[in-house]
């Protein structure tokens, strides 16, 4: 079966950095895009980043931008996201999801149990 697991949040100071890694098994890694959501407290879901199947392609919400790089290791089945000058608006727990292509168009079709995040002051 499909499964993706989060790892890497916890408790880190604002404007500290934190990497939150994403393993995934029970399909081919590299055929897939994957995607990178947040959900904080009292509120819905937030898309944060997406990448195409191979690491060529990416893209980030301008909330983010300039400050989380996504990347991805298909050897070794994992998803990544380095997260710097960190916020606290950037508290919520993160999701890694898996698209049903090769590009970040639709819908994902999978997805973790997610890893909080909370920055202190």
């Known amino acids: 079966e499909v499964q993706l697991v989060e790892s890497g949040g916890g408790l880190v100071r604002a404007r500290g950095s934190l990497k939150l890694s994403c393993a995934a098994s029970g399909f081919t890694f590299s055929t897939y895009a994957l995607t990178w959501v947040r959900q904080a407290p009292g509120k819905g879901l937030e898309w944060v980043s997406d990448?195409?199947?191979?690491?060529?392609?990416?893209r980030s919400a301008d909330s983010v931008k300039g400050r989380f790089t996504i990347s991805r290791d298909n050897a070794k089945n994992t998803l990544y996201l380095q997260m710097n000058s960190l916020k606290r608006e950037d508290t919520a727990k993160y999701y890694c999801?898996?698209?049903?292509?090769?590009?970040?168009?639709?819908?994902?079709?999978?997805w973790g149990q997610g890893t909080q995040v909370t920055v202190s002051s």
């Open positions: 990448i195409n199947s191979d690491g060529g392609s990416s």
């Open positions: 999801a898996k698209y049903p292509e090769v590009n970040w168009f639709g819908q994902y079709d999978y």
